[in-house]
């Protein structure tokens, strides 16, 4: 490895990305036979730059630096430009005005609603093991009462999921500590009044957990309307209100969409033949806005910045559409996927992927600058799974088990391999490793390198699947029930490298 050492910091007029943080640890070139314990202080036109503990400093070529320090430099990258271009979610003092030039994005180790810090499925901060058994990297295992498919989040140290007791018609959120499992709290939210009818892959409980750092914000349907929720870091209510009627007459498989957070709003989907997509107040629950969204679909909304302005980003209802969040108003909507949709919308650049569905099956990219362009499409299906969007390419599950990668500019298949289906469950990128699940408790972890399929371990979850694991701070947490033992159990996990 050749190392150049200079006296002074060289700023480049080409790229140049800086980090305001500094952090020593040990560096290690591609051979493994050098070792150096220092800060990283830029990483420009190829090259990152250390500084060593006495002033000394060190530019590299990217390339020969090991693998592991590849990765941390790309993850540290990509959590600056999140930190730079992600819209706000609220996160001041619920009594206060909130202008969102001081909203709250989270504390380190957060994961404050679905899809993450960055609403894209990719974990900051160090990589999670990539295997584990019974014993083997379990930190802790904790059974999760009555049935639900919502994914964790993580605020401070509590892990949030909600549940429902089928036999009781009884919805709850649910507490547990994030470093020993041990529940902290629960809150009951609706007795009675379940949906009479429902798909029987779906629950009373699929909707994810929000939160701006200071609330939790939950959705749960009762006697035939979007019931949603404000609570406190304790799981004490703040307020409940009736954000509207979810009514479906032709296909009643059940409610899904998660609320999603953007500045001072909560933003709540209903989408049947009356359906509607609206934003409310964090400090009340009050209306600020609502769009008529007619027909049956299923897939959250998600803000992201985006062709130089936030847009919500939502399929279903044989259209990709953009909404400007903070009015509601439509952006832009281009034909495209089919009637209904479960996964969320993922981007690349000014592009944005849109996968579905019932009852035909596409993929689609869409220049999301407003002009219409569909960039390319094909017919293969992610129904209820999300597809994750990284480094210029598309990785997704379709609905049989196949594991692609697309080129996210051209569509070009660059690989696939058949993993096995049936799907729920998104893929999850942490470090350089895309960890993916199967209804059956398979999961499955590749490199995500676009050239090739690369294994690089495969563990079980129990025997069923369907909530999206999350990583925080080098943990993942799962969701996921065993049946083993002659009845179905639900387990909340924390992985970590032991």
């Not at 990297?137 to 140290?157: A, C, D, L």
């Not at 408790?441 to 676009?450: E, S, T």
Request: charged share 20%; proline share 6%; net charge neutral.
């Amino acid at each position: 490895m050749v190392i150049r050492v200079i006296t002074a910091l060289v700023v480049s007029v080409g790229m140049l990305v800086a980090l305001a943080w500094a952090e020593t640890r040990s560096w290690t070139d591609s051979t493994g036979q050098f070792n150096v314990e220092a800060e990283f202080v830029e990483y420009s036109e190829g090259s990152v730059t250390l500084k060593k503990a006495d002033g000394e400093t060190i530019t590299v070529p990217m390339t020969k630096l090991s693998r592991t320090d590849q990765t941390w430099v790309r993850a540290h990258l990509r959590e600056m430009r999140s930190n730079r271009n992600r819209p706000t979610r609220g996160g001041s003092d619920p009594g206060a005005g909130n202008d969102g030039a001081s909203a709250s994005r989270g504390a380190a180790g957060d994961w404050l609603q679905w899809r993450g810090p960055d609403s894209n499925n990719i974990a900051p901060g160090p990589a999670a093991p990539t295997q584990w058994n019974e014993t083997q990297n379990v930190k802790w295992k904790v059974e999760v009462p009555g049935r639900g498919h919502s994914s964790p989040i993580i605020v401070g140290n509590s892990v949030i999921v909600t549940s429902a007791d089928e036999s009781r018609q009884a919805t709850g959120v649910f507490a547990y500590d994030k470093m020993t499992g041990k529940p902290l709290w629960q809150t009951p939210i609706t007795q009675g009044g379940f949906q009479g009818e429902m798909h029987p892959k779906n629950t009373h409980a699929t909707s994810t957990v929000a939160s701006n750092g200071n609330q939790l914000f939950a959705v749960f349907i009762q006697n035939n309307s979007v019931q949603l929720v404000a609570l406190d870091l304790k799981g004490r209510l703040q307020w409940q209100v009736n954000a509207g009627p979810y009514v479906p007459q032709q296909y009643k498989f059940g409610y899904g969409p998660s609320p999603m957070l953007y500045d001072d709003m909560v933003l709540v989907a209903s989408e049947y033949e009356q359906g509607w997509l609206a934003a409310f107040s964090q400090k009340d629950g009050k209306p600020r806005w609502k769009q008529p969204r007619g027909g049956i679909s299923f897939s959250s909304p998600v803000v992201t910045k985006i062709a130089g302005k936030d847009q919500l980003l939502i399929s279903g209802l044989k259209a990709v559409s953009s909404y400007d969040p903070k009015t509601g108003q439509p952006l832009w909507a281009t034909p495209g996927t089919t009637n209904a949709t479960c996964g969320t919308m993922v981007w690349d650049g000014d592009t944005v992927f849109a996968s579905g569905g019932y009852p035909e099956s596409q993929t689609i990219a869409v220049n999301a600058n407003g002009s219409g362009q569909v960039l390319w499409r094909n017919n293969e299906k992610c129904y209820e799974q999300s597809m994750l969007a990284y480094d210029g390419h598309i990785y997704a599950m379709n609905d049989g088990g196949i594991f692609f990668c697309w080129d996210a500019k051209t569509g070009q298949e660059k690989w696939k391999t058949r993993l096995g289906g049936p799907v729920s469950s998104s893929p999850l990128l942490s470090g350089d490793n895309i960890f993916v699940a199967n209804e059956r408790g398979n999961v499955w972890v590749m490199k995500a390198n676009p050239q090739r399929y690369e294994p690089v371990a495969e563990n079980r979850l129990g025997d069923d699947v369907f909530a999206t694991p999350i990583v925080s701070q080098g943990r993942l947490y799962a969701r996921f029930a065993d049946s083993s033992q002659g009845r179905r159990q639900e387990y909340l996990i924390c992985i970590e490298q032991q």
